[in-house]
């Protein structure tokens, strides 16, 4: 445990040290907020004090900005070699990846947290379902966990930052929408299944506030075989090249 | 002149928004610069331990059994074994691409053999990776560093991962920067080092936390000479406390800084001894190179030197100048004769060398494919 929370000190400190953190910060505070409060279907249109154009938003930024965290994270140490270096410190190849996986998960939740102030401007426009609130951020940081776990699985396919990023989009894209679309189209056990492999259907019951076992289960078994394919590419890695 | 006016003005513009881009610049290289010095003091105002305080006793032998590492059915190295003798400093020698990194890879954890074992005190390193890193300093090839950290900071971060004690880490940080001779450098980031620095930083990420046995692939490759020569200077320090592995393609590498050389070829142990051995291996006779001056002929004179019971073959290099090459089985007797010689039949003696078989003849005589 302690050589992970090293690693991921370490990771955060270079998002802030180099631009990355900054960019991302201000891009997704800026889309979401432009679109939750200034543009389109806004709060204001909607007449309603709730979040929930901001946690649409939020759904599809976060889609295409957790990529751009994550393509460097693996594929970056593979290219300069540095993974040598860890690797053969105290450090297993699982602890790596996790560490990987926290310090982006902490810098989404940096900036999901910088967008509290809407949360305080909502509550004092009128009555807010806070269940319905903490339930949609809840929401927010489990699907980004699963973008993550997702993304940092690509950056260890590939030492090319690019390939992982698009590879991320690619894979990402099925379960924020194609596996959604498909079950739409089908009936029975199949528009079931791919319902419940959707995140969207998860999403859409935890933003209202549902906090149900199922989806939660879903979330974190996304997570973690993200987490262990990517551990395992990691490990095959070292033993072929 | 209004042309001239607006040009000015503008200029004036982009000159103020340069100032205030300036200033804060210059704010933000204060804050650094501070932050920088407060650290120098902290370290400064620390107590200094001795370099390797409380030093163990350490006897730990590794053993290498049958390591095999196949890449997409080709074997990179081929049932390898040997000792790695704790105090030892032992040379891998070989070719490019005859296996040395990938033994030191395996060695050091970060690949896992096809077949065979590596083994410490009967037990296998690979039950428990963990607990074995903790005790080697492993310096990759290329020497991988992550460029846009700070040195103190890169350090810091290798001794937590290697277990440093928190209260401990500045002293030895800054212990181990004024060791590996990283002093004048070490408030820079790592990727505005020379090549040389940067090596020493690798060096010092590798011995950051004292451990027993030190494996460095080709830690002096790309360097220019005089760096070649202080860091091999400093493997050699390093060698009358630790345990070194070192992969190296240099001979004079070797026979500068190694008790032991184990040479490698194809995935194959070709030799295993040390280098004094290796020499006389080589040597089934020495070479002599001898110019005389004489009166007689050089028909003349091979004759009477082939007398010499010592000398196998002799090769007249120069008939005019009387220059010789001769093979003997016993230089010190050749050479004895040869002056007697050269006393009774009054010719002088204007040049008498050894010339010594070198290193690289044996290397080569041993790696080259055939």
């Given at each position: 445990?302690?050589?992970?929370?090293?690693?991921?000190?370490?990771?955060?400190?270079?998002?802030?040290?180099?631009?990355?953190?900054y960019i991302l910060l201000i891009l997704f505070l800026g889309f979401s907020g432009f679109f939750t409060w200034l543009y389109g279907n806004d709060i204001f249109l909607v007449g309603q004090a709730s979040l929930n154009v901001f946690f649409s938003w939020s759904f599809?930024?976060?889609?295409?900005?957790?990529?751009?965290?994550?393509?460097?994270?693996?594929?970056?140490?593979?290219h300069s070699g540095t993974i040598?270096?860890?690797?053969?410190?105290?450090?297993?190849?699982?602890?790596?990846?996790?560490?990987?996986?926290?310090?982006?998960?902490?810098?989404?939740?940096?900036?999901?947290?910088?967008?509290?102030?809407?949360?305080?401007?909502v509550s004092r426009l009128g009555d807010v379902d806070h269940g319905a609130i903490i339930g949609g951020y809840l929401g927010l940081l489990l699907i980004s966990g699963t973008y993550i776990s997702i993304g940092i699985f690509a950056s260890s396919i590939s030492r090319n930052q690019i390939v992982a990023f698009l590879l991320t989009l690619f894979i990402a894209l099925f379960f924020q929408l194609i596996f959604d679309l498909i079950a739409r189209n089908m009936?029975?056990?199949?528009?079931?299944?791919?319902?419940?492999?959707?995140?969207?259907?998860?999403?859409?019951?935890?933003?209202?506030?549902v906090i149900d076992f199922r989806d939660i289960f879903y979330f974190f078994s996304m997570i973690f075989s993200g987490l262990l394919l990517a551990n395992f590419m990691l490990s095959k890695k070292s033993l072929i090249d | 002149?209004?042309?001239?006016?607006?040009?000015?003005?503008?200029?004036?513009?982009?000159?103020?928004?340069?100032?205030?881009?300036?200033?804060?610049?210059?704010?933000?290289?204060?804050?650094?610069c501070w932050r920088r010095l407060h650290l120098f003091n902290s370290l400064?105002?620390?107590?200094?331990?001795?370099?390797?305080?409380?030093?163990?006793?350490?006897?730990?032998?590794?053993?290498?059994?049958?390591?095999?590492?196949?890449?997409?059915?080709?074997?990179?190295?081929?049932?390898?074994?040997?000792?790695?003798?704790?105090?030892?400093?032992?040379?891998?020698?070989?070719?490019?691409?005859?296996?040395?990194?990938?033994?030191m890879k395996i060695i050091s954890c970060f690949?896992?053999?096809?077949?065979?074992?590596?083994?410490?005190?009967?037990?296998?390193?690979?039950?428990?990776?963990?607990?074995?890193?903790?005790?080697?300093?492993?310096?990759?090839?290329?020497?991988?560093?992550?460029?846009?950290?700070?040195?103190?900071?890169?350090?810091?971060?290798?001794?937590?991962?290697?277990?440093?004690?928190?209260?401990?880490?500045?002293?030895?940080?800054?212990?181990?920067?004024?060791?590996?001779?990283l002093g004048d450098e070490q408030h820079k980031k790592i990727g505005e080092l020379s090549k040389g620095y940067k090596q020493r930083v690798g060096l010092a990420q590798a011995l950051i936390h004292d451990p027993e046995v030190l494996i460095l692939d080709e830690p002096t490759s790309g360097l220019d000479p005089n760096q070649i020569v202080e860091i091999r200077e400093l493997i050699k320090n390093l060698g009358k406390e630790k345990t070194i592995l070192l992969s190296t393609h240099i001979l004079q590498e070797v026979e500068a800084t190694c008790d032991r050389i184990i040479i490698i070829n194809k995935g194959k142990i070709v030799a295993d001894s040390t280098p004094a051995a290796l020499h006389q291996q080589a040597q089934s006779g020495s070479l002599i190179r001898l110019q005389l001056e004489s009166k007689q002929t050089v028909d003349q004179?091979?004759?009477?030197?082939?007398?010499?019971?010592?000398?196998?073959?002799?090769?007249?290099?120069?008939?005019?100048?009387l220059l010789y090459q001769i093979q003997s089985s016993d230089a010190y007797s050749s050479k004895k004769a040869l002056f007697d010689l050269c006393v009774k039949q009054g010719w002088y003696m204007l040049e008498m060398k050894e010339s010594e078989t070198k290193l690289e003849d044996i290397f080569r005589k041993l790696t080259a494919s055939n």
């Amino acid at each position: 445990m302690n050589a992970i929370w090293i690693l991921t000190k370490k990771e955060i400190k270079s998002y802030f040290d180099s631009l990355i953190a900054y960019i991302l910060l201000i891009l997704f505070l800026g889309f979401s907020g432009f679109f939750t409060w200034l543009y389109g279907n806004d709060i204001f249109l909607v007449g309603q004090a709730s979040l929930n154009v901001f946690f649409s938003w939020s759904f599809w930024t976060l889609f295409f900005f957790i990529p751009g965290i994550t393509m460097r994270t693996v594929a970056e140490e593979m290219h300069s070699g540095t993974i040598e270096i860890l690797s053969t410190k105290a450090i297993s190849n699982m602890q790596i990846i996790s560490a990987k996986f926290l310090a982006a998960w902490m810098l989404v939740l940096i900036a999901l947290l910088l967008t509290l102030p809407y949360y305080i401007t909502v509550s004092r426009l009128g009555d807010v379902d806070h269940g319905a609130i903490i339930g949609g951020y809840l929401g927010l940081l489990l699907i980004s966990g699963t973008y993550i776990s997702i993304g940092i699985f690509a950056s260890s396919i590939s030492r090319n930052q690019i390939v992982a990023f698009l590879l991320t989009l690619f894979i990402a894209l099925f379960f924020q929408l194609i596996f959604d679309l498909i079950a739409r189209n089908m009936t029975g056990g199949m528009a079931a299944f791919f319902n419940f492999i959707s995140l969207n259907s998860h999403f859409g019951s935890i933003s209202r506030g549902v906090i149900d076992f199922r989806d939660i289960f879903y979330f974190f078994s996304m997570i973690f075989s993200g987490l262990l394919l990517a551990n395992f590419m990691l490990s095959k890695k070292s033993l072929i090249d | 002149m209004i042309h001239k006016n607006s040009f000015n003005k503008k200029n004036d513009l982009k000159h103020h928004n340069f100032c205030t881009v300036k200033m804060f610049y210059s704010l933000y290289l204060r804050i650094n610069c501070w932050r920088r010095l407060h650290l120098f003091n902290s370290l400064t105002k620390s107590p200094k331990l001795p370099i390797f305080a409380n030093r163990k006793i350490y006897s730990m032998e590794i053993n290498i059994e049958n390591l095999t590492k196949i890449y997409r059915e080709q074997k990179a190295i081929n049932a390898i074994s040997f000792q790695l003798n704790s105090g030892e400093v032992l040379g891998f020698l070989g070719p490019n691409g005859a296996g040395k990194s990938t033994t030191m890879k395996i060695i050091s954890c970060f690949m896992a053999p096809s077949s065979g074992n590596v083994t410490v005190d009967g037990k296998s390193i690979f039950d428990d990776p963990e607990a074995f890193k903790l005790k080697i300093g492993y310096l990759p090839e290329n020497n991988p560093l992550y460029l846009d950290m700070y040195i103190h900071d890169y350090l810091a971060f290798i001794a937590a991962l290697q277990k440093v004690p928190k209260d401990k880490t500045i002293a030895r940080i800054s212990e181990i920067i004024e060791y590996v001779g990283l002093g004048d450098e070490q408030h820079k980031k790592i990727g505005e080092l020379s090549k040389g620095y940067k090596q020493r930083v690798g060096l010092a990420q590798a011995l950051i936390h004292d451990p027993e046995v030190l494996i460095l692939d080709e830690p002096t490759s790309g360097l220019d000479p005089n760096q070649i020569v202080e860091i091999r200077e400093l493997i050699k320090n390093l060698g009358k406390e630790k345990t070194i592995l070192l992969s190296t393609h240099i001979l004079q590498e070797v026979e500068a800084t190694c008790d032991r050389i184990i040479i490698i070829n194809k995935g194959k142990i070709v030799a295993d001894s040390t280098p004094a051995a290796l020499h006389q291996q080589a040597q089934s006779g020495s070479l002599i190179r001898l110019q005389l001056e004489s009166k007689q002929t050089v028909d003349q004179v091979s004759m009477i030197l082939k007398e010499i019971p010592s000398i196998i073959d002799l090769s007249v290099l120069d008939d005019q100048k009387l220059l010789y090459q001769i093979q003997s089985s016993d230089a010190y007797s050749s050479k004895k004769a040869l002056f007697d010689l050269c006393v009774k039949q009054g010719w002088y003696m204007l040049e008498m060398k050894e010339s010594e078989t070198k290193l690289e003849d044996i290397f080569r005589k041993l790696t080259a494919s055939n």
